[in-house]
């Protein structure tokens, strides 16, 4: 099984990954590895030699069609992170890959019926603001802000 395709993604903030597991949740970390600005080329491959060091993370449970279920593929996540940016890339495999959905086109269309790469970054760690950013196979991105009780704003 190949990686079908990896992307690489910068923000502005800091990461940590929140999931569920028997109805608690519990706080995971992923290792954030520092580099210098100099170390990257952001075309959305992970060739550089620190990508290579970082294991990343593979411990991920399914949101879709069973919450909490076993992923059928593997996905890997890693992050860096220099004096102004963090940088989240990511290796996704497909044994199928001509079944991955990708039909929006327009930027900041609703992607909820493709496949995607969503993130949500609590940053001020109070459960009820968030950050979102998303990505689908075709490279169409979507963002925006997390309220509790109003979804995406």
């Known amino acids: 099984m190949k990686p079908i395709y990896s992307s690489l993604f910068f923000l502005l ?3 940590v990954v ?7 949740a519990a706080i995971k970390t992923i290792h954030a590895q520092q580099i210098e600005l100099s170390q990257i080329i952001l075309d959305g491959r992970l060739e ?6 970082n294991p990343g993370s593979s411990n ?3 949101q879709e069609p069973v919450e ?3 992923p059928t593929e593997k996905t890997i996540i890693k992050i860096a992170y220099d004096d ?3 940088y989240i890339g990511a290796v996704f495999y497909d044994s199928d890959p001509s ?3 990708s039909f929006q086109k327009r930027r900041d269309a609703p992607l909820s019926t493709d496949d995607r790469f969503m993130w949500i970054l609590d940053t001020y760690q109070d459960g ?3 950050y979102f950013f998303e990505i689908n196979p075709g490279g169409l991105m979507g963002d925006g802000v997390l309220s509790i009780g109003q979804g995406p704003v």
């Open 84 to 86: 102004n940016n963090l």
């Open 13 to 15: 903030s800091v990461a």
């Open 48 to 53: 550089e030699a620190f990508w290579e060091e």
């Open 18 to 24: 929140q999931s569920q597991s028997n109805g608690e």
């Open 128 to 130: 009820r603001n968030a």
């Open 99 to 101: 079944g991955i959905k």
């Open 68 to 70: 909490g279920g076993q």
């Open 60 to 62: 991920f449970l399914m």
